[in-house]
């Protein structure tokens, strides 16, 4: 089967590092992307990993290992408005169905 | 322009109701794409346009139509709902193929309630 797995919750604090973890299993990888979708709105992109090693964007960065089936999102400097969900997901086989982690709900502490 | 506008916002319909969901982009995505989200949980992919031809249908009740009637324009009829069909649906669009760039942007949704 497919599988993707997050953790449901996590907390830290402001001013913090926190990193999220994801690890999958499917059939086929064509790119892992992770999305942040604050309660109640839309899911924004964040970033896009399908090669080994890590992608840096501001305060986000994102990793991937594909032998391991792992990637991970770094958040830097934590800000408050960076409390919401963030999605893990998958591209497989298809170039248009994306395998969905259940989402990490990240609550900020000041 | 990067955005995915959605309308309505909000809407709330009783199950002998006929209403439509409508999306549009203008970033020239020939990828677009309904979802289903219920709360606390992942967004579940109902349909997939590929160049304005049905691509992917998710083995979804025919209550829910989509439409694409041209390259950036999305719409979803809905008809006899039940109330378990309320949820936040998301539009959204992509460029095709695979690779950087291929990122789906999402509208803001359309919260559904069915009563």
């Given at each position: 089967g497919q599988?993707i797995?997050q953790?449901?919750?996590?907390t830290a604090?402001e001013g913090?590092?926190?990193q999220?973890?994801c690890?999958?299993?499917?059939?086929?990888?064509?790119?892992?992307?992770?999305?942040?979708q604050?309660?109640?709105e839309a899911p924004t992109f964040?970033?896009?990993n399908?090669l080994?090693?890590?992608e840096?964007?501001?305060r986000?960065s994102s990793?991937?290992s594909r032998?391991?089936g792992y990637?991970?999102?770094l958040?830097k400097e934590?800000?408050?408005?960076?409390?919401?969900s963030?999605?893990?997901?998958?591209?497989?086989?298809s170039?248009?169905q994306l395998?969905?982690?259940?989402?990490?709900?990240?609550?900020i502490?000041? | 322009?990067t955005e995915?506008?959605?309308?309505?916002?909000?809407?709330?319909?009783?199950?002998?109701?006929?209403k439509s969901?409508?999306?549009?982009?203008h970033?020239?995505?020939?990828?677009m794409?309904w979802?289903k989200q219920k709360a606390?949980?992942?967004?579940e992919?109902m349909f997939?346009?590929?160049y304005?031809?049905?691509s992917i249908n998710?083995?979804v009740p025919s209550?829910?139509?989509?439409?694409?009637p041209?390259?950036?324009?999305?719409?979803?009829h809905?008809?006899?709902?039940?109330?378990e069909?309320?949820?936040?649906?998301?539009?959204?669009?992509?460029?095709?193929?695979a690779?950087t760039g291929?990122?789906?942007f999402?509208?803001?949704?359309?919260?559904?309630?069915v009563?």
């Amino acid at each position: 089967g497919q599988n993707i797995d997050q953790p449901t919750e996590m907390t830290a604090t402001e001013g913090a590092i926190v990193q999220i973890n994801c690890t999958y299993q499917t059939s086929g990888f064509n790119g892992l992307f992770w999305y942040q979708q604050h309660a109640g709105e839309a899911p924004t992109f964040l970033s896009y990993n399908v090669l080994d090693g890590l992608e840096e964007k501001g305060r986000f960065s994102s990793f991937l290992s594909r032998s391991k089936g792992y990637s991970y999102l770094l958040l830097k400097e934590l800000q408050m408005k960076d409390s919401a969900s963030y999605l893990c997901a998958v591209r497989g086989n298809s170039n248009y169905q994306l395998i969905w982690g259940a989402g990490t709900k990240l609550i900020i502490k000041p | 322009d990067t955005e995915v506008t959605q309308t309505p916002k909000h809407l709330v319909m009783g199950m002998t109701n006929k209403k439509s969901l409508k999306c549009e982009q203008h970033m020239g995505h020939r990828a677009m794409y309904w979802y289903k989200q219920k709360a606390k949980k992942p967004p579940e992919l109902m349909f997939v346009y590929s160049y304005e031809k049905l691509s992917i249908n998710e083995s979804v009740p025919s209550r829910f139509s989509p439409e694409c009637p041209n390259s950036s324009l999305l719409n979803l009829h809905l008809h006899a709902l039940q109330p378990e069909d309320s949820a936040l649906y998301l539009c959204a669009s992509s460029q095709q193929g695979a690779g950087t760039g291929t990122e789906a942007f999402f509208g803001q949704g359309t919260r559904l309630t069915v009563v």
